[in-house]
């Protein structure tokens, strides 16, 4: 069976900082991923999402970038955070199909 | 421009009565609908989805009703139970690249013991 991980679980890092979240699917091949995030309160809001190894599209321009240098990896990253990057980071992946499954989420709270 | 439209943002039901969670939607174009439980700092649960070519799709205690002349879908759970309690997303997809889900804001479904 497919299974989705994420890592940190939750994550506290100043302003200005670096940063990097990473998400794994085990159990499929070439699956989409994508990379959302919750702010407090509100919905899910689609960041990038990825069809195959190194293409990556992006939905919301920002202080965010991602990467996938593996078929099942996707990488979130940021050069410098801002207080506006901090909510609830999700991976999900997809095959063949529309509906996503989700991984467990990171916390990040950017201070 | 909120594609998908989630206006209740919360519903308190009595146990064992049903719950019915709506959803609008402004983009033709969509073809697929789906139905999201998620409980806090956990990531969404896929619940049951339905196609533009059906109105009613049932799986259990759940059903979901599509009204495409009104741009409107209904989650409709029977019997509700406390466990149900979690904030309910609806998204919608259409044809294109990596079919990108456009999700609505979320409402949190209370279910009073």
């Known amino acids: 069976s497919q299974t989705i991980h994420q890592w940190p679980a939750t994550l506290v890092q100043p302003v200005g900082s670096p940063l990097s979240l990473e998400c794994t699917v085990e159990?499929?091949?070439?699956?989409?991923l994508y990379w959302y995030r919750q702010a407090a309160g509100r919905g899910l809001q689609l960041l990038f999402y990825?069809?195959?190894?190194?293409?990556i599209s992006s939905e919301v321009p920002q202080n965010l970038s991602a990467s996938r240098p593996q078929d099942r990896q996707f990488i979130l990253s940021s050069k410098k955070l801002l207080l506006s990057d901090s909510g609830f980071y999700l991976c999900?992946?997809?095959?063949?199909?529309?509906?996503?499954?989700f991984g467990p989420g990171t916390r990040l709270t950017v201070l | 421009d909120q594609q998908v439209k989630q206006n209740s943002p919360s519903l308190s039901v009595q146990e064992g009565r049903i719950s019915i969670l709506n959803c609008d939607y402004t983009?033709?174009?969509?073809?697929?609908f789906l139905w999201y439980k998620k409980y806090p700092a956990e990531g969404p649960t896929f619940l049951i989805s339905?196609?533009?070519?059906?109105d009613k799709n049932e799986d259990g205690r759940f059903t979901v009703f599509l009204n495409k002349s009104a741009k409107h879908l209904s989650l409709h759970i029977v019997p509700s139970q406390p466990g149900d309690s979690a904030v309910y997303f609806c998204?919608?997809?259409?044809?294109?690249?990596?079919?990108?889900?456009?999700f609505g804001s979320g409402t949190q479904l209370t279910v009073l013991p």
């Open positions: 999900a992946w997809s095959v063949s199909t529309s509906t996503q499954y």
């Open positions: 159990g499929t091949s070439n699956p989409n």
């Open positions: 990825s069809v195959g190894i190194g293409q």
């Open positions: 983009n033709s174009m969509f073809d697929y």
């Open positions: 339905i196609s533009s070519i059906k």
């Open positions: 998204a919608a997809t259409r044809r294109g690249s990596a079919r990108q889900l456009t």
